[in-house]
């Protein structure tokens, strides 16, 4: 079985952690996330569970190969050096299992598409403002 485990970087505001939670339960119910069988989310810091903490459930969970997906914008340190580190102790944790680390979010090449798609429309008598 594959697991999804989507990195959030986690916020002592427990409604921000809910979104990330609430995100994961989506994904876990759409047709499009068909190569999932199971969606998780962990966090980097401030919430739980980590990502060594996130990555021993879906293997508890019988996932035999687990992707790691950073919810992050940029490649900021805790992309390019803290979660491939956290990664790196899942992996030493669990080495029977194939434990994969996908780039972040902000990589996508539709990113781009994804933002203007949102800023279209605004302020065109929808009553939304600034």
Avoid: W
């Avoid at 919430?47 to 687990?66: D, N, T």
Wanted: one cysteine or more.
């Amino acid at each position: 079985m594959k697991a999804l485990l989507i990195v959030a970087h986690g916020s002592r505001r427990p409604a921000s952690n809910d979104e990330v939670q609430a995100l994961c339960e989506r994904l876990q119910k759409e047709k499009t996330a068909e190569e999932f069988a199971l969606i998780r989310a962990g966090f980097l810091d401030l919430a739980e569970p980590s990502i060594p903490e996130g990555v021993a459930q879906c293997i508890q969970l019988g996932a035999g190969e687990v992707v790691v997906l950073p919810y992050f914008l940029s490649a900021g340190r805790h992309v390019s050096e803290d979660i491939p580190a956290e990664v790196e102790k899942a992996r030493m944790s669990h080495p029977h299992v194939e434990i994969y680390l996908a780039p972040y979010l902000g990589s996508s090449p539709g990113i781009g598409g994804l933002l203007l798609a949102l800023a279209e429309g605004c302020g065109k008598d929808d009553g939304s403002s600034g």
